[in-house]
Every structure is written in structure tokens, then in C-alpha cells.
């Protein structure tokens, strides 16, 4: 097993080369550029825009498809992931995951964008769209192929990724450890409540999702607060290690230069993969479920899809790292053993609150977080799956198998389930970001174009309110 791991290692270090982290990083800092700011100056609609409802053509609700893609974000990557990040990487790892975030939310509108305006129908009649689609409808055929090898990596990270055994495993993990819950037994309910819902297509998943994301994220979110408040003197020391881990060696002696280089790279690396685990910004998941918002603005589902970047990554992600960093735990040993993963979740959270409240908001939101992660990433595979086929006649046995990875997953160790994770996520994000990048004139113009008549009706409202021809037609 070791030796399994080691090579996974290996090929991680590949796939999450300097060739793919500068990749996303330059993407997300061409779209910044070329959209000035879209991200800053236009994350207000966001909040506006999922409580408008649109009429348009599409399978789910703006809301239900902002609150599937949460649900397929918000889950271990946002509490066991930022703890795995910030003991591989240090506290620095955080500093990387926000400069990534920050272009990913100018990536992620680019994604949607391009989702909605190139999506189609299956043969069911649910909408299709996705990277594949629009690699395919916007470059032309002879891109078919990268649009095919974006499809396969989707299908190959939705049961072997981020779909299946990082959650469950998480879910399992804290459970058992909070509640003392057998494995076996857990692994057996999450796997029929699974299937109930994914059986059940995109209408249950979306469903699901509006219920249970916004109630988790907002009591989460208010355990966090709570957490650092009731340790707020250790607030700035925290954030004077991120910003010097980002840079200087972290839990690392001497000063060679190429220990300095190794330190940062890895916490540049481990922050800016972990990042697009958190948020999947640049990954090509997020437009698969865009596509299917009932809208008839490609820009207007873009600036609600990049609200997801934004709450995963900047808003929870930053939270958890704090609790963990200001709880000393990276540095202090249990046992005489360094906590990891979710079990140093858990104890920096029952550490900074009273009683065991800590322990049960992790715990219970791992539960809620990892489920509707789940559900989410079967519809991700699916549209991928349906792509490749070309048609929906083996969505059943895809969908029996995703339950099938549900019930092994509980089984399987941590280290080996989060490299895999993350060597999936690079390999479906290269595809995309070419893709992103050559098809950008597209997003550009339908950008300008929506801008300029949002300023031509402000103009035009304005004029009636000043000359009273509005009161008048009234």
C-alpha cells in the first residue's frame, strides 16, 4: 500500500506542476483583466440575482442551481480538506488558496458563461451543457477530442474523486468519532440514502440541495464566528503565520535556499489544489449544473455562479483555517501525534468551544456538507457520461456504479483517497482551461454586450424618472 501511495505521489506532483497551477492562475488573471474586475465591481448582483426569479428555458431554478454547485463544493474540501492543506502545505496554504480563489471567481463566471450559451437538450429532454459541450459547439469538431478527454476525466473524478471516497470517508471518519457509530453501519445508510436521491435525477438532487445548503452553511458559518471570537487574541498571530508561510519555510530548519523554494512551492501547490477542490474554479464541474438554470442570460447565470467561489472558498474555507491555525494544533502534537484531516478538525473545534458543541457542528456538517457533495457529483458524471455516449441508454449502470464506490469507500485510507482526488481534479481541469482560453472572445463580447444594455436601461430609467414620463405612462 505504501508503495501505491508513493506513486500516486509521484504522479500528483505531475498533474499539479508548475505547468497547471501557473494555467489556472493565468486564466483566472487574463479573465480579471479582460473582464476589469467583474469579480470586484459585479459580486453584488450576485446576492441579487438568486433572490430574482428569471423565467427562462432550463431544468432547476437560479437558486437550485447555485445551491447544487454549493452542494457539490461545500463538503470535506471545505473542513477536512483545508486541515489536510494546512499540514502538508502550512498556514501559508491558505494565502494560495485565496489568491486562487480570488481569479477563480473570474474563471468560474467564464465557465458558466460559456455553459449556458452553448448548452443543448439529451434525448430525455434535460438540458446538457458543460465544458464538453462548449469546447465542442465553440471550437468546432476538430476540438471534439479535447472535448472527449474532459468528458472522460469527469466521469473518472466523479467515482473516484470528488464524488465518492473523499466524502464518504469523511463522513464515516467523524461520525465514528463523534457518535462511535460503526463503520460498517454507516457505510450502509449512506449508501441507500444516496441512491434514493440520485435515482431520482437532477430534480431530487436540486431539491435536496436548496434544503439542506444554505441551513448547514449558515450554522457552520455562526459556529466559526463564535469559535473565533471566544479566541480572538490569537486572531493576528494566526494571520501573521499565513502570510509568512506563504513566502518562508514552514516547521522547517535552516535556511538553504532550495529548502525555501521546496516549502513554498509546496505551499503554493497544496493551497491552489486544494482551492479548486473547494471551490472548482477552473475544474469544468460547475457549468454542467449552470447549464441546466432556468435562465435566458449566459451573463446572469455567470455572475451567480461565481457567488459559489466566493462563499466556499473565502468565506467557509478561510473560517475553518482559522479555528484550526489560532487552535495551535498545527504545531502541538496529541498524543504525541499531530492531528490530520478531519480528526484535526474536530479537535480545533472542540478546543475552541465549550463542551462538545465544537465537536457536533463538524461532525453534522461533515455529514450535510459530504452528502450533498455526493448527490451533486452524480449529476456531474452523468451529464459527462451522457456526453460520451451520446445519448442516456447506460446513465442506470453509471448510476449503480457511483452507489457501488459509495459502499467501498468507507474502507479505504485517507492519504491514498485525497492524492487520487486531486491527481482527477487536474486532469479534468487542463482540458477545460484551454478550452476557457481560446473560446474567451466569446465570453468578452457576451459581457460587453450585457454590460452596455444594463447602462443603456439605467440611462433610460433615469431620463423617465427626471422627465416624469414614467409617472405619466403610469
Not at 480563489?101 to 474563471?107: D, K, V, W
Request: charged share 10%; net charge neutral.
Amino acid at each position: 500500500m505504501e508503495s501505491f501511495v508513493e506513486a500516486l505521489k509521484g504522479i500528483q506532483g505531475v498533474v499539479w506542476g508548475p505547468i497547471t497551477i501557473l494555467l489556472l492562475l493565468f486564466t483566472g488573471l487574463y479573465y480579471t483583466i479582460r473582464l476589469k474586475g467583474i469579480q470586484i465591481f459585479h459580486l453584488h448582483k450576485s446576492f441579487q440575482y438568486i433572490f430574482e426569479k428569471e423565467e427562462g428555458q432550463g431544468d432547476v431554478s437560479t437558486l437550485g442551481s447555485l445551491c447544487t454547485a454549493l452542494a457539490a463544493t461545500i463538503g470535506t474540501g471545505s473542513i477536512v480538506g483545508v486541515a489536510t492543506a494546512l499540514r502538508a502545505g502550512g498556514p501559508g496554504s491558505l494565502f494560495w488558496m485565496w489568491l486562487s480563489a480570488f481569479f477563480g471567481m473570474a474563471t468560474k463566471y467564464a465557465e458558466c458563461v460559456l455553459a449556458v450559451k452553448y448548452r443543448s437538450k439529451d434525448q430525455n429532454g434535460q438540458v446538457a451543457g458543460g465544458p464538453m459541450y462548449y469546447i465542442e459547439l465553440g471550437l468546432g469538431k476538430k476540438f471534439k477530442w479535447l472535448a472527449c478527454a474532459f468528458a472522460f476525466f469527469g466521469i473518472f473524478t466523479a467515482l473516484l474523486g470528488c464524488g465518492t471516497f473523499p466524502q464518504v470517508n469523511a463522513i464515516v471518519e467523524s461520525v465514528n468519532n463523534a457518535f462511535h457509530v460503526p463503520v460498517g453501519i454507516l457505510g450502509v445508510i449512506i449508501t441507500v440514502l444516496a441512491a434514493a436521491v440520485i435515482f431520482g435525477g437532477i430534480g431530487s438532487i436540486s431539491k435536496v440541495a436548496e434544503l439542506v445548503v444554505p441551513v448547514m452553511a449558515i450554522a457552520y458559518i455562526l459556529g466559526c464566528v463564535v469559535a473565533l471570537i471566544l479566541q480572538a487574541d490569537q486572531l493576528p498571530a494566526a494571520f501573521a503565520q499565513i502570510f509568512q508561510s506563504a513566502f518562508t519555510p514552514h516547521a522547517m530548519g535552516g535556511g538553504i535556499a532550495g529548502t525555501v523554494i521546496i516549502s513554498v512551492m509546496t505551499a503554493m501547490r497544496t493551497g491552489v489544489a486544494r482551492g479548486i477542490y473547494t471551490n472548482e474554479a477552473g475544474l469544468g464541474s460547475a457549468p454542467i449544473v449552470a447549464a441546466a438554470a432556468q435562465t435566458n442570460s449566459p451573463v446572469r447565470q455567470g455572475i451567480v455562479s461565481m457567488l459559489g467561489v466566493f462563499l466556499t472558498t473565502i468565506i467557509i474555507c478561510t473560517m475553518t483555517a482559522l479555528v484550526i491555525i489560532s487552535s495551535g494544533l498545527l504545531e502541538t502534537p496529541v498524543n504525541g501525534v499531530l492531528l490530520d484531516g478531519g480528526l484535526l478538525s474536530n479537535t480545533a473545534f472542540q478546543q475552541s468551544l465549550p463542551g462538545n458543541i465544537g465537536l457536533y457542528i463538524v461532525s453534522i456538517g461533515l455529514v450535510f456538507f459530504s452528502f450533498t457533495t455526493i448527490i451533486g457529483w452524480s449529476y456531474y458524471g452523468e451529464r459527462c457520461l451522457v456526453y460520451l455516449c451520446g445519448g442516456t441508454k447506460l446513465i442506470t449502470i453509471y448510476r449503480v456504479l457511483y452507489i457501488i464506490c459509495i459502499a467501498i469507500a468507507p474502507y479505504l485510507t485517507l492519504d491514498a483517497i485525497w492524492i487520487l482526488a486531486d491527481i482527477t481534479n487536474a486532469l479534468m481541469a487542463f482540458p477545460n482551461l484551454v478550452g476557457l482560453l481560446l473560446l474567451s472572445p466569446v465570453v468578452i463580447k457576451e459581457t460587453n454586450t450585457y454590460m452596455e444594455n444594463l447602462k443603456r436601461e439605467k440611462a433610460e430609467k433615469a431620463a423617465r424618472g427626471f422627465t416624469g414620463v414614467g409617472d405619466i405612462e403610469a
